[in-house]
């Protein structure tokens, strides 16, 4: 079953995302995931129900996003760094209104216009929520073409299971490298599970009231609260890191979405030199994979974070293994993309300075 | 004897939050009458805004979705078009609809989205004690304007119907008031016409509505009603800013 | 509520009312009056009362301006 294309990978996020139902989109031009946009253009004008619109700015596609959602439909937006700014006054809100929502985040180089090369400077802001008030959202991070199509595809099922914003978070490297993708089958909209909570007129039944203000301060206490254990559900069920080689390693890379791939090479690269090291791939950036790192730090002893930023995903490593192990850091802001070899070159140099492979 | 007016249908058993004299609460009864003459509760959704009208779905017996402040005609697109045989109306202030949320309402008009706005222009901004709105005239005074709007400084009200007028998209604008049971009348039949502009699937409708706010006027409800009568229509005039119902 | 001499009637809440007098200011038979006693929100409400009214000369015509007016719902109107 299934069918196999070659796509890039904004037009895989967009293909995945037809094919698990969503008949809304709302976008507005940002560089470099304009080809997302486009793609969604053409697809939603073609399957029955789709709507598509080209918003007037990030901030009106993702209240548009909050009125289909309303309706239980599945919806999407997409846009890069500084439209996704522009977006977190709505992701705000549909954290506070228990909304399901998937939005895409290909990361470019910033703060402020930036510029339009691969980074991955939104980590803070996509794992801490990113808007106002005590909220997360899920953050899934796609390392390959067949995992942003299936990511996509969760990142619908977890909103509407969840009744949160998903963000999937990559950067123009990813949007744009070409890969061969398994799809899964487009998914029967009507097998979809009854959302009983949706506005489609009061026909038959109460009216029902979607809002996320609540002035009563007991009452908000409580509504965060629920947030909170909903967040500790997420947590416990669908945390989720892959590995490569790191069964008899001391030391491990740690790097997410194109850092990784990059990464993978360098992990090759040093594994040729005889060096015992592996690579730690998280998957979900919220939530983080905790528990994996402190049973991973049982046998590794030092972990190098590789971002494409000064770091940020570092804190959450070094949160993580709550100081119990050496937490080193590589980054290359600003859309600077390095090769395996400078990261190799990294790798080895605290490889021998450490020491590693003669402590115990 | 018969009781020939009371609590329409479409709202709740609820007590009004707003201050004494306010227009808001008015205009909510007027939009429930229309909702109820025209038998579409079980079809409609609204979408409040953030200002004094934030509970406004206390108060409506329909389905109602908050929007945040401004974004009132993005969210009423976003359900219309995903259930585009139901009613979808937004309830704005003119904070709401004319400063914070103007590009999303320009556009929500020039697209033509069947939905229905209700603006409520009250000159001020109710909810957040009474500062400077985009439609505070030139020399009344509110708590960011001491002294009153200075033109130099504070720039012109905004005409904001008549800009969306121009917008293609557009095919009933109507700025009334309910400052008198005449203009309260005749604000029903505007919001009825505007819903059915909607039902008949013509294009985007709105009807601004000059309504009183006593409290940060700092007047009595009658002497409010008395400034819309003597000030503020001659600032924005009461008429049919645009109709193409007929015409379409 | 029937009451042979009227031909219509008003009924309000006095509760629901903030003592706005959009009402009395409206009335174009002059029927509504102040309310000595506070409600429990603390206002003095409006209020109609036929024992107090000479309805020989004035009475509810049930007109209904009272109740178009009234921002707080807190006017029924009877028509016999
Ligand atoms: C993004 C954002 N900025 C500011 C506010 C605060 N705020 C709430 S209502 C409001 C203005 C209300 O004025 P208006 O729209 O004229 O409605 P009114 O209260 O007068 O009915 C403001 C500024 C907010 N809720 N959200
Ligand atoms: S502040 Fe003004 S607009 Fe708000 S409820 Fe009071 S009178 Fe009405
Ligand atoms: S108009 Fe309504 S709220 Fe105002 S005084 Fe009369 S009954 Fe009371």
Redesign the pocket.
């Known amino acids: 079953m299934g069918e196999k294309k070659l796509l890039r990978g904004s037009h895989i996020i967009a293909e995945a995302a037809v094919r698990a139902g969503c008949r809304f989109y709302f976008g507005y031009p940002i560089t470099p995931q304009n080809e997302l946009t486009e793609y969604m253009s053409g697809a939603l004008a073609s399957v029955p129900g789709g709507v598509f619109i080209q918003s007037e700015s990030e901030l009106a596609a993702i209240n548009m996003v909050i009125g289909v959602s309303m309706t239980g439909k599945r919806v999407m937006t997409s846009s890069s760094s500084p439209g996704i700014s522009l977006k977190q006054?709505g992701i705000s809100y549909l954290a506070g209104q228990e909304l399901p929502a998937v939005i895409v985040n290909t990361m470019r180089g910033g703060p402020g216009l930036g510029n339009i090369a691969p980074s991955q400077g939104d980590y803070f802001q996509a794992t801490r929520g990113g808007g106002h008030g005590d909220y997360r959202t899920i953050v899934l991070a796609p390392g390959s073409g067949q995992e942003l199509a299936d990511f996509t595809r969760l990142a619908f099922d977890y909103a509407d299971k969840y009744r949160i914003p998903v963000m999937i978070l990559g950067d123009g490297m990813m949007g744009q490298m070409m890969e061969p993708v398994e799809f899964p089958d487009p998914i029967d909209l009507d097998s979809l599970p009854h959302k009983s909570w949706v506005l489609d007129g009061a026909k038959g039944r109460e009216s029902r009231i979607i809002k996320s203000l609540i002035l009563d301060t007991a009452a908000m206490e409580e509504h965060n609260w629920k947030l909170y254990r909903k967040h500790e559900i997420i947590e416990r069920e669908i945390t989720h890191v892959e590995t490569f080689m790191i069964e008899d390693a001391y030391m491990a890379i740690v790097a997410y979405g194109t850092a990784s791939r990059i990464a993978k090479g360098a992990v090759k690269k040093v594994r040729e030199m005889g060096l015992k090291v592996g690579l730690i791939m998280p998957k979900t950036l919220w939530p983080f994979p905790k528990k994996f790192f402190l049973e991973a730090g049982s046998f590794i002893t030092d972990f190098l974070v590789f971002e494409m930023s000064t770091g940020q995903m570092v804190e959450d490593v070094e949160l993580a293994l709550r100081g119990r192990r050496r937490v080193h850091f590589y980054g290359r802001p600003g859309g600077v993309v390095p090769t395996p070899e400078e990261i190799a070159k990294a790798v080895t140099t605290i490889y021998y300075r450490e020491q590693i492979d003669r402590r115990d | 004897m018969k009781k020939v007016f009371g609590r329409p249908k479409s709202m709740k058993a609820a007590e009004f939050h707003y201050c004494p004299g306010c227009g808001?609460s008015i205009i909510h009864r007027l939009i429930a009458e229309v909702i109820d003459e025209l038998g579409i509760q079980e079809k409609i959704i609204g979408v409040p805004?953030?200002?004094?009208?934030?509970l406004a779905y206390n108060y409506f017996d329909v389905d109602m979705g908050e929007a945040?402040?401004?974004r009132g005609a993005a969210v009423a697109t976003g359900i219309k078009r995903s259930l585009p045989d139901r009613i979808v109306f937004s309830y704005?202030?003119?904070?709401?609809?004319a400063?914070?949320g103007t590009a999303e309402t320009i556009h929500a008009a020039n697209r033509g989205e069947l939905i229905t706005t209700i603006f409520?222009n009250?000159g001020?901004?109710?909810?957040?004690g009474g500062?400077m709105?985009p439609?505070t005239l030139v020399g009344q005074d509110s708590t960011t304007t001491p002294g009153g709007r200075r033109l130099e400084r504070d720039g012109f009200p905004i005409d904001l119907s008549e800009m969306l007028a121009i917008a293609h998209g557009s095919v009933y604008i109507e700025r009334t008031s309910v400052h008198s049971p005449k203009h309260i009348i005749h604000t029903k039949k505007a919001i009825k016409k505007a819903f059915k502009t909607q039902i008949e699937g013509l294009g985007f409708s709105l009807v601004e509505i000059l309504s009183p706010?006593p409290t940060?006027w700092k007047m009595s409800p009658i002497k409010a009603n008395e400034f819309i009568n003597s000030t503020i229509i001659k600032n924005f005039p009461l008429k049919v800013i645009k109709d193409e119902v007929g015409k379409l | 509520m029937a009451d042979k001499l009227t031909k219509a009637s008003i009924r309000i809440n006095t509760e629901l009312c903030k003592g706005c007098y959009l009402c009395k200011a409206t009335c174009p038979e002059n029927l509504i009056f102040v309310s000595g006693k506070l409600n429990s929100k603390g206002y003095y409400p409006a209020n109609y009362s036929e024992e107090e009214l000479d309805i020989e000369k004035h009475a509810c015509k049930g007109c209904a301006l009272c109740a178009i007016v009234c921002p707080d719902l807190a006017i029924e109107v009877y028509r016999g």
Request: aromatic share 4%; hydrophobic share 30%.
């Open positions: 006054e | 808001h805004p953030a200002g004094c009208a934030v945040p402040h401004g704005q202030g003119d904070g709401d609809i400063a914070i409520v009250n001020v901004y109710g909810m957040t500062q709105a439609t706010c940060n």
